[in-house]
């Protein structure tokens, strides 16, 4: 146990590791009493009205990329952003009936896989990712509801190192995977890889830590989304 708290620097600073430990056991107890983060959107799902004849709603389904979209689409009301921070296609998983299927949607954006890389739900492998992505999009499919396969965004290790845990090759054969299913499914793929990146990295000025865009990138981004939303509704 000693060299472990060494290695973290108790001797330097140990009030900082202190509190780094309370932060992190407290993220672990949040997260062991709702896995799926169920209670994330559920009361807003609760209050939210059924949608209109002929009303276009799009439900925003993945991870931090979605939920950290900065003024997601102020003029477009049926668009739905139901994504969560640091969650991996598992715990998607476990949540799509209640914040896709239930909502009623004409089409769901789906993005996840890059915190599966990471480890943030356990081990995980390009086949177990895409089990549970065609898990979502089967279910999807089952009731109606058009589907959009977002690629993963590349990461860069331009503010800190990124690629120790998100293999940018594991990036690349996994889009590769996904733009093949797409294909094979039916679904629209929409490639915010290629607006993003360069050569394996994403450009670091389209990012704020080399994970999440900036606003310049999500600037990148929406016309790709647009339109595969538009392709969606159109088939």
């Known amino acids: ?73 102020p003029d477009k009301k049926e668009y739905l952003n139901r994504g969560i921070s640091n969650q991996a296609t598992p715990q998607m998983l476990v949540r799509f009936r209640q914040d896709v299927v239930a909502l009623k949607p004409k089409v769901v954006v789906i993005m996840g896989g890059t915190n599966d890389f990471a480890g943030y739900a356990g081990p995980a492998t390009e086949g177990t990712i895409s089990e549970n992505i065609v898990t979502m999009v089967e279910l999807a499919k089952l009731h109606g509801i058009r589907v959009v396969l977002a690629s993963v965004t590349p990461i860069c290790d331009c503010v800190k190192i990124l690629s120790e845990r998100r293999p940018p090759g594991k990036i690349l054969g996994f889009n590769g995977w996904l733009k093949g299913y797409a294909r094979q499914s039916g679904s629209v793929y929409a490639d915010l890889y290629a607006v993003l990146g360069q050569g394996r990295n994403m450009r670091k000025e389209l990012t704020t830590d080399g994970l999440i865009p900036n606003a310049v990138g999500y600037a990148e981004m929406t016309p790709v989304i647009e339109k595969a939303i538009a392709e969606a509704l159109a088939r």
């Open 1 to 73: 146990m000693l060299p472990w708290l060494l290695l973290l620097g108790l001797q330097s600073d140990p009030a900082k590791l202190i509190e780094e430990l309370e932060k992190e056991n407290t993220a672990y107890i949040r997260l062991l009493s709702d896995w799926g983060k169920l209670t994330k959107y559920g009361s807003e799902n609760a209050e939210l009205r059924a949608p209109k004849p002929g009303e276009n709603r799009v439900v925003f389904f993945g991870d931090d990329v979605f939920e950290q979209w900065p003024d997601f689409f």
